[in-house]
């Protein structure tokens, strides 16, 4: 796109990711995803050590386990729930992995500015939520979930597909949309300062107004990286009250 005397890519650059050659589709998004499996594995496998002093990794890791427990089980699901841990510190840890690369040099985009991660991790929560609600409640959590006590029996006609609508189709799409969302809108924001920037300092005369740009590109970043943290919370304590709304039904 050329706007005056700038010139501006096309915005199909900006999720295009072509891959390595030869037939091989493999590009950076999937660089991506196998280097936040290979992270959150070492993490863990590392903190699990035992130390009489704990250092390094496994300080992160048992500090990562204590923030998980206290900020988003004991929250979100209570007595029970520290069986779900090891789900929601590997659904927390991929989430950011994924997020922080947006702030990488070399890479530049969350690997979750793809719709892939999110949906494929949405299922797999909408998947394990049903799991837990069907061993907590047997075949009667579909029932229970649609059918909520204590609504007057007229009012079933309306509450009923509701319930439905909400709990087993609205959850998982919201998580994918809400983190696919969040996170390409700020790959866009920072690309577009960043070439912005770039245009400016080549463009002549208008050089001189190039810093603006580039300052509101580095506040943008730090902001991202409160962003890639903020996402991969939410996305872990939503998938921790979905849990916990079907392990306690009564709560």
Not at 144 to 158: E, H, R, S, T
Not at 217 to 231: I, N, R
Request: glycine letters at 8%.
């Amino acid at each position: 796109m050329i706007l005056g005397a700038l010139e501006f890519p096309p915005i199909d650059n900006l999720v295009v990711w072509p891959g390595v050659g030869g037939g091989i589709e493999f590009n950076k998004i999937a660089f991506i995803n196998v280097f936040a499996v290979f992270a959150t594995v070492v993490i863990f496998v590392l903190g699990a050590k035992k130390k009489l002093v704990p250092k390094g990794i496994q300080n992160i890791a048992e500090a990562s386990v204590d923030f998980i427990e206290k900020g988003i089980v004991e929250q979100a699901i209570g007595h029970g729930g520290e069986k779900y841990i090891p789900f929601l510190a590997t659904i927390f840890f991929f989430v950011f992995f994924g997020n922080i690369f947006e702030v990488i040099p070399g890479f530049a985009m969350p690997a979750n500015a793809r719709m892939a991660n999110p949906a494929i991790m949405a299922l797999i929560t909408w998947a394990f939520f049903i799991c837990v609600g069907v061993k907590a409640q047997g075949p009667k959590y579909f029932f229970n979930a649609i059918f909520p006590p204590g609504v007057p029996k007229a009012l079933y006609l309306l509450v009923t597909p509701i319930e439905f609508i909400s709990t087993f189709i609205v959850r998982p799409f919201s998580l994918a949309v809400r983190l696919f969302a969040n996170m390409l809108a700020g790959h866009i924001l920072l690309v577009t300062f960043a070439v912005l920037t770039i245009t400016l300092i080549e463009g002549g005369v208008l050089a001189v107004i190039s810093p603006l740009p580039f300052l509101m590109l580095v506040a943008l970043t730090g902001f991202e990286v409160m962003v890639s943290f903020l996402q991969a919370y939410v996305f872990s304590i939503l998938a921790a009250v979905f849990i916990g709304g079907a392990a306690h039904p009564d709560h």
